[in-house]
């Protein structure tokens, strides 16, 4: 199963993100992985209305820094005898420093309180949408109220028929893993969800197709077969992968809904209660799918629920040290 071992904790000074750390926590340390804690003080203007010879912007900056890492320190100091753990504060901008930091020390897991964005609540705020594109190692956004286990998981995958297999079944691989890992360590019910849409089905109701309504109902009933043996292909291969003793634990079940992903996937996850979502944000090809774009980002603005984010094998993320 999936095993991490550098993760990478996103400290944030105004924002109640204990339950979140105490995760990464518990995490680090049943994987022996180190674990780092950091926190960014985004740049502060000098025309924010204090005077100058009061409070410089240095001033002010250093000493949000300051408290940043006696927080820090204060949260990390009784983990320190059992986890190999680090500290430290960063001036920018606050997706972009995070980013920085997975580039130079290779975490391969971020973990972070989830925002809240503008007049709007909303789970993922800016940051966290940036992160959801641009991160290249896994993310972790975890919802405010969701301090116990998590009693339903649902990973969401995906398949495309004019894709690449090796990287989607790779990617796939990942997200079971990954579910599969967190539904064992938590006790928790695992759904594996899949949206089939037949994408040619209003191209092939038109009179130039020259098809009658039986023939496009088998084409639909086709490719709901298919996709329904290519979720049982990756059942069975993830029986493989995870182990046999924890899959008879985890008991996962399936899920094959009719509809486009962005509609369906949102409304499978409210009709499960899933308090974690794990699922891809970017796919190799640029087909409208589950796992690309502004698919992926419509589904994380209407799910209620942690999201555990994952990138393709070889995604380069277009941030530079």
């Known amino acids: 199963m999936k095993r991490f071992s550098n993760i ?40 924010i209305g204090v005077p100058v010879p009061v409070l410089s912007t240095d001033v002010l900056r250093n000493t949000l820094k300051e408290e940043s890492r006696e927080q820090m320190e204060e949260l990390v100091a009784p983990l320190r005898k059992k986890i190999d753990i680090e500290v430290d504060v960063f001036t920018g901008t606050p997706f972009l420093e995070i980013i920085r930091e997975v580039l130079r020390n290779r975490q ?17 705020g800016s940051t966290d949408m940036r992160l959801l594109r641009k991160c290249p190692c896994a993310v972790w956004l975890h919802k ?48 594996v969800g899949h949206a089939w849409y037949p994408r040619s089905a209003e191209l092939l109701q038109t009179r130039a197709s020259g098809l009658t309504e039986d023939e496009i109902n088998e084409y639909i009933n086709e490719t709901r077969a298919c996709n329904e043996r290519r979720l049982d ?35 499978l996850a409210e009709e499960l209660r899933a308090e974690l979502i794990v699922m891809g944000t970017v796919r190799h090809t640029g087909i409208e799918g589950m796992l690309i774009g502004s698919t992926a980002e419509t589904i994380l603005h209407r799910i209620d629920c942690s999201v555990l984010a994952v990138k393709p094998e070889g995604f380069v993320t277009p941030v530079t040290i």
Request: no cysteine; charged share 35%.
């Open 8 to 47: 990478l904790f996103v400290h944030q000074l105004a924002v109640e993100d204990k339950p979140a750390f105490e995760r990464a926590a518990v995490l680090a340390e049943e994987n022996k992985a180190r674990l780092k804690v950091i926190e960014i003080i985004e740049e502060v203007s000098p025309d």
């Open 233 to 267: 292909e990756l059942m069975g291969s993830a029986q493989t992968w995870v182990g046999e003793d924890v899959w008879r634990k985890i008991k996962p079940q399936t899920r094959l809904v009719k509809g486009l992903a962005r509609r369906v996937i949102p409304d």
């Open 144 to 191: 405010h109220g969701h301090d116990k286990p998590y009693h339903r998981i649902l990973a969401a995958v995906d398949f495309d028929e004019f894709g690449d297999p090796e990287g989607e079944g790779s990617l796939n691989r990942d997200l079971m893993d990954l579910a599969a890992s967190l539904a064992h360590r938590e006790h928790s019910e695992l759904y």
């Open 108 to 124: 391969d897991l971020v973990i972070k309180a989830a925002d809240k964005d503008g007049l709007i609540t909303r789970i993922f």
